[in-house]
T-cell receptor, first 115, second 110 residues
Framework: NAGVMQNPRHLVRRRGQEARLRCSPMKGHSHVYWYRQLPEEGLKFMVYLQKENIIDESGMPKERFSAEFPKEGPSILRIQQVVRGDSAAYFC?????????????FGNGTRLTVT | GQQVMQIPQYQHVQEGEDFTTYCNSSTTLSNIQWYKQRPGGHPVFLIQLVKSGEVKKQKRLTFQFGEAKKNSSLHITATQTTDVGTYFCAGGSGTYKYIFGTGTRLKVLA
């Protein structure tokens, strides 16, 4: 029973390039959350998606960041024109229902480094 | 907006000593979850508390939810080196969104 799969594990981008982070939720999970974590800091909520719908993107910067969770395929977090401040670990989590009733299952994260 | 603070931020203990981390929310919570993140790893769910004053135990770990449902604590008895990591609380406010605390980083000295 595969857990939440994120790839790539590490991603290096130069300033101005695009970063695409992928997340495949656990089997049977239709709710996906993206969190961002700076070194030695907590997890900051970015966006919550269900299949084909963005439910809450209040934690995501309005410019350069976008997320999707298509009917088929993984959830994608896309960062355009990356800047050094985007360097962080990005964690995806999934749950079978709304997280208020069930735990979040986290992937191993994608560690983005912007040079 | 809702804030969830944890203290202490860091804690170093000798192996065998006890450890406690405290979680405080600025608003009343519907429930609270606790996660552990090992260095270089990802958060792993430990437990969920729902009822006011609830206490749950997992071996050497004791979790408590305050009467007012605004604070929580995690206590580890007789720490071991395997307890090393960052412990996060995550407060739920009745919706799908959990606000994670700032975390307590535990180091256990052998």
């Amino acid at each position: 029973n595969a857990g939440v799969m994120q790839n790539p594990r590490h991603l290096v981008r130069r300033r101005g390039q695009e970063a695409r982070l992928r997340c495949s939720p656990m089997k049977g999970h239709s709710h996906v959350y993206w969190y961002r974590q700076l070194p030695e800091e907590g997890l900051k909520f970015m966006v919550y998606l269900q299949k084909e719908n963005i439910i809450d993107e209040s934690g995501m910067p309005k410019e350069r960041f976008s997320a999707e969770f298509p009917k088929e395929g993984p959830s994608i977090l896309r960062i355009q024109q990356v800047v050094r401040g985007d360097s962080a670990a990005y964690f995806c989590a999934s749950s079978p229902g709304t997280a208020i009733n069930s735990p979040l299952h986290f992937g191993n994260g994608t560690r983005l480094t912007v040079t | 907006g809702q804030q969830v603070m944890q203290i202490p931020q860091y804690q170093h203990v000798q192996e065998g000593e006890d450890f406690t981390t405290y979680c405080n929310s600025s608003t009343t919570l519907s429930n609270i979850q606790w996660y552990k993140q090992r260095p270089g790893g990802h958060p792993v769910f430990l437990i969920q508390l729902v009822k006011s004053g609830e206490v749950k135990k997992q071996k050497r770990l004791t979790f408590q939810f305050g009467e007012a449902k605004k604070n929580s604590s995690l206590h580890i008895t007789a720490t071991q080196t395997t307890d090393v990591g960052t412990y996060f609380c995550a407060g739920g406010s009745g919706t799908y969104k959990y606000i994670f605390g700032t975390g307590t980083r535990l180091k256990v000295l052998a």
